[in-house]
């Protein structure tokens, strides 16, 4: 079974600038949750979506933002780009609600110059 | 505001020797656990996961968590130099998120 897959695996914006990031999930997990991982903060919880709906919502600015779509596939979007925001950004997956046990992908590397 | 503690460590043990990780947290509603291994550039990688007070066991690997104390542990048997890595506890609450540790660096010494 395939893993979680995240894309693009590599980016570099420069500040003011916007940026999506996609994130397919296992195949049958219906829940992705997306963290922000620095070295100084560690893994920081950005949002939790579920068939859709947003289901929790981590301390982040209004400028980040995403999305689910009906085959479970996610997209989170940041606008505005300040250098804080370069970091890893992690999108795990989980099969439902009541399945906590959560599968990262290999993350997306933003730089912001 | 809900919290998991570790050790940031560096832990270092010497090949063979028991590998000890530990985490509080301060959420008395979470009911599941989990420790994850992330290897230095790569994602985290789960390894255990716990929901019921006492021990857990998988290969090298015992998860043990105490819910009157809120304390949850990792032990790693025989340990490997592969072993060496950032080890990530965190806990759940149903209907929350996951509440993620800053991890505790292991180094396991050949």
């Known amino acids: 079974k395939a893993g979680v897959t995240q894309t693009p695996r590599y980016l570099i914006k420069t500040r003011g600038q916007q940026v999506t990031l996609s994130c397919s999930p296992i195949s049958g997990h219906r829940s992705v949750s997306w963290y922000q991982q620095t070295p100084g903060q560690g893994l920081q919880f950005l949002f939790e979506y579920f068939s859709e709906t947003q289901r929790n919502k981590g301390n982040f600015p209004g400028r980040f933002s995403g999305r689910q779509f009906s085959n479970s596939r996610s997209e989170m979007n940041v606008s505005t780009l300040e250098l804080g925001d370069s970091a890893l950004y992690l999108c795990a997956s989980s099969f439902g609600i009541a399945d906590n046990e959560q599968f990262f992908g290999p993350g997306t590397r933003l730089t912001v110059l | 505001q809900k919290e998991v503690e570790q050790n940031s460590g560096p832990l270092s043990v010497p090949e063979g020797a028991i590998a000890s990780l530990n985490c509080t947290y301060s959420?008395?509603?979470?009911?599941?656990f989990f420790w994850y291994r992330q290897y230095s550039g790569k994602s985290p990688e789960l390894i255990m996961s716990?929901?019921?007070?006492g021990d857990k066991e998988d290969g090298r690997f015992t998860a043990q968590l105490n819910k009157a104390s809120q304390y949850v542990s990792l032990l790693i048997r025989d340990s490997q130099p592969s072993d060496s890595a950032t080890y990530l506890c965190a806990g759940h609450q149903a209907g929350t998120a996951l509440i993620f540790g800053k991890g505790t660096t292991l180094s396991v010494s050949s």
């Open positions: 716990i929901y019921s007070n």
């Open positions: 959420d008395r509603g979470s009911q599941s």
